[in-house]
């Protein structure tokens, strides 16, 4: 559009940036300085209100299941929203029930209310599903990068959490004051939230900031442009992604890994204390996971950009394997901390690029439908294995039967992910 004046406006520079930097910090927000912090202000607040360990959990697993089930409605949502009204509705809702935990809690049902039900709305409106589907929808070329960006934020918040909360809830005084920091993190990720833009239309840009028929920097005119990595061209419905025997490899192979983190996170402390180790080396171990899988994201993102992430997938799932077998085993504490570390490089490159994996497959359009079919089904799994592993240690006296199946499993799953192969849609369902 040409002004007044005749002169052509400067052109925008590309919003696609600015945009995965915004969603990172939400990301670090919501569930850095949330969900890690949560492991801080728990005790405290089990300690003032002298509620039982067993009853008020039971916020937690409600919390489990009603996070993977409301999953098709926030699907829903954002195919009809777009993911910046979602976020900023998601970031209002957790605000306002971190506010309530810190000023009107007072009663086990209160809690088991506010953190079971209404929290996890909020956490799943404003985390990562609407932020993937923003990072697809801005990035083609550079998708992976993008999706490495986004996912950096929670293992950062996870470092700072523990120690910030910790010294904050001690130096307040009361449970209460570790709500409302949350809260006032989180209220700073909504007023970033609001520069947020669902999509490089909303701007009149593209996706990766190059319009069709134009040059990215570094190309040549007439070389045509070659994607290193697959990225569909066809447009899927759920119905023929459902039907796809790639999703479900793709559906096992993660599954698999997923059971082995949730033994890792709620049990290995346990195990590893049950076996002869210390609590203080048994949470290095824990830590060396959490660390290395935030210092992998990025890098993996930008690999994925490069190299044809199945194969980064498969290769993910070799290092969980190992990690995990070396978790299970405990050879030696230098040697857990190396093979933790493995797992955590294992854990936090599928994280990465998983969704960037479902997205080039299947293009970002259908890629909330998908998470909003699997989440129910891969819910009830998770929610279930850290309950039966339990159970398994109280009635043989150790967890080894629980990491054996485990391990074959997460074996199972590194076969599916060796076949994980671009699908591709029948010919007379072609568009």
Not at 74 to 95: D, H, P, T, V
Not at 134 to 159: S, V, Y
Not at 282 to 303: D, K, Q
Request: glycine share 12%; hydrophobic share 50%.
């Amino acid at each position: 559009m040409i002004d007044i004046t005749g002169a052509m406006p400067a052109k925008q520079p590309f919003y696609g940036w600015k945009n995965a930097f915004l969603l990172s910090f939400i990301y670090l927000a919501t569930s850095g300085m949330v969900f890690y912090a949560f492991s801080v202000i728990f005790p405290f607040m089990l300690k003032e209100t002298g509620w039982n360990r067993g009853d008020a959990s039971i916020a937690i697993t409600i919390a489990t299941l009603a996070g993977g089930f409301l999953i098709p409605l926030a699907a829903k949502l954002l195919n009809k929203y777009g993911s910046r009204k979602l976020i900023i509705i998601g970031l209002a809702i957790s605000c306002v029930n971190l506010l309530l935990l810190g000023t009107v809690v007072t009663k086990l049902w209160h809690w088991i209310a506010i953190w079971g039900l209404l929290l996890p709305l909020g956490r799943l409106l404003s985390g990562l599903l609407p932020s993937q589907v923003n990072i697809m929808l801005w990035f083609n070329r550079k998708r992976a990068t993008a999706m490495g960006l986004l996912m950096t934020g929670a293992p950062i918040g996870g470092a700072l959490a523990p120690p910030v909360f910790t010294w904050f809830i001690a130096h307040m005084g009361g449970s209460r004051y570790g709500w409302y920091l949350s809260a006032g993190v989180t209220f700073l990720a909504l007023i970033a939230s609001f520069w947020v833009v669902s999509k490089p239309s909303d701007l009149g840009q593209y996706p990766d900031g190059i319009a069709p028929g134009t040059l990215a920097p570094g190309e040549q005119a007439g070389v045509a442009f070659k994607d290193r990595t697959f990225r569909s061209s066809s447009v899927w419905t759920l119905r023929e992604v459902l039907k796809s025997r790639t999703l479900w490899l793709y559906t096992l192979a993660g599954l698999a890994q997923s059971l082995t983190l949730g033994i890792v996170v709620y049990h290995g402390v346990l195990h590893l204390t049950d076996i002869g180790i210390s609590k203080m080396n048994a949470a290095m171990v824990l830590s060396s996971v959490t660390i290395s899988s935030g210092i992998v994201r990025f890098p993996i993102g930008w690999l994925g950009d490069r190299v044809e992430p199945r194969w980064i997938y498969f290769t993910a799932l070799i290092f969980s394997l190992i990690g995990f077998v070396g978790i299970w085993k405990a050879p030696s504490i230098p040697l857990l901390m190396v093979l933790g570390s493995i797992y955590g490089i294992g854990y936090g490159s599928i994280l990465s690029i998983g969704s960037t994996l479902l997205g080039n497959y299947y293009g970002p359009e259908v890629f909330p439908s998908i998470r909003g079919a699997l989440g129910p089904f891969l819910t009830l799994f998770g929610a279930g294995v850290p309950t039966i592993a339990g159970y398994a240690m109280e009635i043989q006296g150790n967890y080894n039967s629980v990491f054996f199946w485990l391990a074959v499993f997460l074996g199972v799953g590194i076969l599916c992910s060796a076949f994980l192969t671009p699908p591709q849609k029948p010919a007379q369902e072609a568009v």
